[in-house]
């Protein structure tokens, strides 16, 4: 994306992948184990790990899914930052595409995860599972975009960018769902979106970015990825 790429972190895995007429399935993959949290739903890593799909457009993951506790899981799988200092404008948006507003990590940093991640050509799909409680879930997904922070500048290496971040609730995916969207404003780029919902017992996010991503590929991919776990994890 202009101005030196996405930094995703909160377990939106970005790779570049192919996004366009998403078909997919799942099926079991061999997982390291976590302990599972009253707290955090009864799933541990190796069952959220089996819930992932493993086929996006008929693609495989890129490398074996990784699971473990989701402070884990989102740290290893975030790119790594732009080289060079990156200044945001207003500061307080700085979260917009480092960790996506509407979603507060930091109620399920301890909670058992898996994710997954897909690379065809320049896009990228990925998707993550963290056991959940009700009440854990809810807090995770009960933040908003703020309004200052719908348009907003970053600067790197003397460049400037604009981007427009904006978030809606989607109806039809879990008991709670939202999808956010972060794009460059006046340049043709990479969109970034990103669906987040909760289901019984586990958060789930799949993230859809490059030339393809589009609110339609990231809400038909989290209708499929939603009704796998669910089946999976019932």
Not at 23 to 35: E, I, K, L, M, V
Not at 54 to 62: K, M, S
């Amino acid at each position: 994306m202009a101005g030196g790429g996405w930094r995703i972190a909160s377990g939106l895995l970005i790779v570049p992948a192919v996004v366009g007429g998403l078909t997919g399935c799942g099926g079991g993959h061999p997982a390291a184990s976590a302990s599972p949290s009253s707290s955090n739903g009864g799933f541990s890593a190796a069952k959220l790990q089996r819930a992932l799909l493993t086929r996006v457009n008929g693609v495989a993951a890129v490398v074996p899914p990784s699971s473990g506790l989701y402070s884990s899981v989102s740290k290893a799988s975030a790119n790594k930052p732009t080289s060079g200092s990156v200044q945001v404008s207003p500061k307080a948006c700085s979260g917009a595409a480092t960790e996506g507003f509407g979603f507060d990590p930091t109620a399920l940093a301890g909670a058992p995860a898996a994710a997954v991640t897909f690379r065809v050509g320049t896009n990228g799909v990925s998707e993550v599972l963290i056991a959940s409680s009700t009440k854990s879930a809810s807090t995770a997904l009960a933040g908003s975009v703020p309004a200052a922070c719908a348009q907003y500048r970053e600067t790197i290496g003397g460049k400037t960018y604009t981007y427009g971040v904006k978030e809606q609730p989607v109806t039809g995916i879990g008991a709670q769902a939202k999808v956010l969207n972060v794009h460059t404003v006046g340049a043709t780029a990479d969109n970034l979106w990103s669906l987040i919902y909760r289901g019984k017992g586990f958060v789930g996010t799949v993230t859809v970015v490059g030339p393809n991503a589009s609110e339609q590929a990231v809400q038909e991919l989290g209708e499929q990825a939603y009704a796998f776990a669910a089946k999976s994890l019932s």
